[in-house]
């Protein structure tokens, strides 16, 4: 009878999130983000929802110190300095990159900074 039950729990699927239910809250340099499911564009609804992370572009966020907030999967900016010979250019790639939690981080250039 055990067997029988393990075998029920190994083999189930984790649920299908649903759109807008919460992943994760990612705290970092004194601001909060909730990353939430969802869908980049409104072709994507045919898929899963995915993990929807802040437009730090149209929306830009800094740090009490005045860098910017960024997703790693972001366009590098005009100050991109590469890190590696990794063919990615985003700003994962970037030395300006200070990693944080998950796919959000800080840009350490001094150009981007923010003057007070």
């Not at 900016?77 to 790639?93: A, G, I, Q, R, V």
């Amino acid at each position: 009878m055990f067997s029988r039950f393990t075998e029920i729990n190994v083999s189930s699927k984790p649920p299908t999130p649903k759109e807008g239910e919460l992943f994760k809250v990612i705290e970092l340099h004194g601001a909060t983000f909730e990353i939430r499911y969802g869908y980049y564009e409104e072709t994507d609804r045919q898929f899963e929802p995915v993990e929807i992370y802040p437009d730090f572009i149209k929306n830009p966020i800094y740090t009490n110190d005045g860098f910017p907030f960024v997703t790693l999967m972001q366009e590098p900016c005009e100050h991109f300095k590469k890190l590696t010979d990794d063919p990615d250019c985003d700003c994962s790639n970037c030395k300006h990159m200070e990693r944080g939690d998950e796919l959000i981080a800080v840009c350490r250039c001094d150009s981007r900074r923010k003057s007070e």
